[in-house]
């Protein structure tokens, strides 16, 4: 199993930021395109951004286009996002794992537990 560890999730008012954070200790990093999903209750998980190998963006969900930021630092092995404008229904679970060259979904066979963001006043 890949070993994922997201960070970073939190309680934060509507219009507020925080940046999550996933380290994968485990892996040749550079070698996988990455993203993020969320999950909210009662909803399947959704792909919400996505980097190349490179960092590049290759996808961000439209409902956070303009809010949300996916960044990389392949020597830390670590996959960021930052979201700004945060708004109540960004409120859910958010993981990390692979994406597919093209931006679209994809995963290592398992999930790690997840950083919880919600958005509340």
């Known amino acids: 199993q890949v070993q994922l560890v997201e960070s970073g999730g939190g309680l934060v008012q509507p219009g507020g930021s925080l940046r999550l954070s996933c380290a994968l200790p485990?892996?040749?990093?550079?070698?996988?395109?990455m993203g993020w999903y969320r999950q909210s209750p009662g909803k399947e998980r959704e792909l919400v951004a996505a980097?190349?190998?490179?960092?590049?963006?290759?996808y961000y969900r439209d409902s956070v286009k303009g809010r949300f930021t996916m960044s990389r630092d392949n020597a830390q092995r670590t996959v960021y996002l930052q979201m700004n404008s945060l708004k109540p229904e960004d409120t859910a679970v958010y993981y990390c794992?692979?994406?597919?060259?093209?931006?679209?979904?994809?995963?290592?066979?398992?999930w790690g537990p997840g950083t919880q963001v919600t958005v509340s006043s």
């Open positions: 485990g892996i040749v990093f550079g070698a996988y395109e």
């Open positions: 980097v190349s190998r490179g960092g590049r963006p290759t």
């Open positions: 794992n692979r994406a597919t060259p093209s931006g679209g979904p994809s995963d290592f066979g398992n």
